[in-house]
């Protein structure tokens, strides 16, 4: 039988990885955004990628 303890530590880590994403995702945002490479790489240089953008980062904020 599985304890509520196991499955407290498979959601502690379970934010832990996505804090660890949450910090890489932060750390290439910023160095596409500070090289212009948004422009270069995807479509998030047009109005419409940009709020697709937007939109799929505030649904991963969110579930967290």
């Given at each position: 039988?599985?304890?509520?303890?196991?499955?407290e530590?498979?959601?502690?880590?379970?934010?832990?990885?996505?804090?660890?994403?949450?910090?890489y995702?932060?750390?290439?945002k910023?160095?596409?955004?500070?090289?212009?490479l948004?422009?270069?790489?995807?479509d998030?240089g047009?109005?419409?990628?940009?709020?697709?953008?937007?939109?799929?980062?505030?649904?991963?904020?969110?579930?967290?």
């Open positions: 039988m599985r304890t509520s303890l196991s499955s530590e498979n959601l502690e880590g379970k934010l832990f990885v996505q804090f660890l994403a949450l910090i995702h932060s750390y290439i910023k160095a596409m955004e500070d090289n212009d948004f422009e270069t790489f995807n998030a047009t109005a419409a990628g940009r709020a697709r953008y937007h939109r799929t980062m505030n649904k991963a904020t969110n579930s967290l």
